[in-house]
Each structure stands twice: as C-alpha cells, then as structure tokens.
C-alpha cells in the first residue's frame, strides 16, 4: 500500500520561505517520477512542480519559477519543495503525488498516489 505523508507547511509572511516534505513507503520510490500540487480555497487543484524519478528532470508552472525548488532523495525516499520568496498568491493546500511512470509531468492523471496535503499560508 503506497502512502504519502506531508510535512513542512505552516504560516509564514510574505518574502519568507517553507520547504515541504514528503516520505513515501509502499512501493520502489526511485522508479517513479513525484511531483506537488496545491488548491486554494474556491479554485481547482493546480500543479506546482515535478521531477523525475532520478532527479535528473524538473519541472514547474511558470508562477513558481526562480522561487520554488523540487528535488528528491531517493535513498531517503523522500521528496521536497522548497519555497523562497513566498507570496499571499502561493496559499494553498499542497499536495504530494506520485507518479504512474518515471517521467516529470503536469498532468494530475499521470499521477496515481496523493498525500493528505499541507496548508501553507502566507500573509501580507
């Protein structure tokens, strides 16, 4: 049973920064690309950021470029999404997801697992 569990996220003012985990048990963690997704209040689930599953490939929504960072540690089975420069925009429920193969995509449908997600807030 595959399971993703979340942590990291919190209140945090604008300009600061968060770095999100997620540890993934269940099946070999280094064959699949991961990736983050969030869903504010009243909007749909978006994508943030993906990487493959060697880490070799990333890739982001251009919202979060140059501010967010994915990266993987695959003997630690765990995935991360740093955020700097955080904005009132970037609140969000984030949600980490694993992929059905090993290459980074934005598609939700590429993706099989899902987290409980993690609020992050960030005021103004």
């Known amino acids: 049973q595959v399971q993703l569990v979340e942590s990291g996220g919190g209140l945090v003012q604008a300009g600061g920064s968060l770095r999100l985990s997620c540890a993934a048990s269940?099946?070999?963690?280094?064959?699949?690309?991961m990736g983050w997704f969030r869903q504010a209040p009243g909007k749909e689930r978006e994508f943030v950021a993906a990487?493959?599953?060697?880490?070799?490939?990333?890739y982001y929504t251009d919202s979060v470029k140059g501010r967010f960072t994915i990266a993987r540690d695959n003997a630690k089975n765990t995935v991360y999404l740093q955020m700097n420069n955080l904005k009132p925009e970037d609140t969000a429920v984030y949600y980490c997801?694993?992929?059905?193969?090993?290459?980074?995509?934005?598609?939700?449908?590429?993706?099989?697992?899902w987290g409980q997600g993690t609020q992050v807030t960030v005021s103004s």
């Open positions: 990487i493959s599953r060697l880490g070799v490939s990333t």
């Open positions: 269940g099946r070999t963690f280094s064959n699949y690309a």
């Open positions: 997801a694993g992929g059905r193969g090993p290459r980074a995509r934005s598609d939700s449908n590429e993706y099989g697992y």
